[in-house]
């Protein structure tokens, strides 16, 4: 077969997941940077499910020891998954947001591979990798609220409750955030000033990254300084959307955030899921500075004329107001109030994300089976 005819018939075997292989006249180049003729001809009908060493021995005709040397080396590039279930090791095929969104640019690492995967990748995300996600009610990640900002006494559901969450892990990573990374790595774009090394995975996906080298193990006390950090410049903390088992705490930029990129620049109906919380704000404490604003990543608050205002403390009279659309629920403008004059308080209306990842991928399969995207709310 020719090298063409193995990349066509690759494309073909990816369609076969959740997310498929969206259609581009950058997928192509894309998939030819990220996997070598070779991998490719491999990896053609290698399955998706985790699938147990002897039985892929099988499959591929191939001794275990073999198929090990085969596979180990595509496991550390992200490409398959490798893990341990009941004992036996099992790979499986990684889907694509998977190994060309994430597992790509997760390591601390700056690689001609990386390099070259960069440019494509971008251009295919803005141009068809994530269209699809214009139609879906959840995104991938649901807002975690940073956990100071909430009113002491109030009740917070287990899963949006940092505190709650990190007590259920027992392993615990971070990595370079692989939307910064990717952004670093093209020429095209500018390298972000945010922290790098803030994206949070635990347990079983933890233990994959770390045991191929796309990131380190961290203790609680550790992560809770990453969440810290990440709070104080200004990120989103973004969980996994659904509430069994979640295992992913990214830190989100405005800038180059997959989620926010796809509601700036796509014009997607929401970034991220908002959490059950929204910022309120007291205008007698208020100094005006306007910093809330600022940070605001949804762009939601803006400062308007308050005749009430001390103006001792606040010379201009003016204070933050939320539109009626596009707080996420972060606490992101909340987190360095000079003043405290902002607190997050809960919804009048809660939303529960999905229970669990299949009911997730279900009802995103669903959504795009209908074929419409939803329309923004515009603030």
């Given amino acids: 077969m020719t090298e063409q005819g193995i990349y066509s018939s690759f494309m073909d075997w990816l369609k076969n997941t959740w997310i498929g292989l969206p259609e581009s006249e950058f997928k192509e180049e894309t998939i030819k940077q990220r996997f070598s003729v070779e991998e490719a001809e491999f990896l053609t009908g290698f399955p998706f499910r985790k699938t147990p060493l002897d039985e ?15 596979l180990d080396p595509m496991a550390k590039k992200g490409l398959v998954w490798k893990g341990q279930k009941k004992g036996k090791v099992r790979y499986s095929l990684n889907e694509i947001f998977f190994s060309l969104y994430r ?41 975690l609220p940073i956990h100071e900002t909430i009113q002491p006494g109030t009740t917070v559901k287990p899963y949006e409750d940092v505190v709650k969450l990190l007590d259920k892990f027992e392993y615990y990573t971070v ?77 989100c930029d405005k800038e180059y955030c997959i989620w926010f990129e796809t509601y700036y620049q796509m014009d997607h109906h929401k970034s991220l899921d908002e959490s059950n919380f929204e910022v309120l704000g007291k205008g007698e404490t208020c100094k ?46 909340v987190v360095k109030c000079p003043t405290k004059s902002l607190t997050l308080v809960p919804r009048a209306v809660t939303i529960d994300p999905p229970q669990s990842v299949y009911k997730w991928s279900t009802q995103y399969l669903e959504d795009v089976k209908k074929g419409m995207p939803m329309k923004r709310q515009k603030n």
Avoid at 107 to 113: E, F, I, N, V, Y
Avoid at 222 to 241: F, I, M, Q, R, W
Avoid at 304 to 313: C, F, H, K, M, N
């Fill in 175 to 251: 990595s370079a955030c692989p939307c910064r990374q990717r952004k670093k790595l093209d020429p095209g774009f500018e390298d972000s000033k945010k922290p790098m090394e803030v994206c949070l995975h635990f347990d079983d996906l933890g233990h994959y990254i770390v045991e191929n080298e796309m990131g380190r193990e961290i203790t609680r006390e550790e992560t809770e300084a990453v969440l810290k950090k990440a709070a104080d410049a200004g990120l989103v903390h973004g969980l996994s959307n659904w509430q069994e088992k979640p295992d992913t705490i990214c830190n």
């Fill in 288 to 333: 005006g500075c306007g910093l809330c604003v600022k940070r605001c990543p949804m762009e939601a608050l803006s400062m308007v004329d308050y005749p009430e205002a001390d103006r001792s403390l606040n010379k201009k009279a003016l204070v933050p107001k939320l539109e009626l659309t596009g707080c996420l629920g972060c606490g992101v403008c």
């Fill in 56 to 70: 892929l021995a099988t499959l591929k005709g191939m001794t275990e020891k073999e198929l090990t040397e085969r």
């Fill in 103 to 143: 597992s790509t640019f997760w390591p601390m690492l700056h690689t001609d591979h990386m390099e070259r995967v960069a440019p494509p990748a971008n251009q295919y995300f803005l141009h068809g990798m994530m269209e699809d996600f214009g139609k879906v009610e959840y995104k991938g990640l649901r807002t």
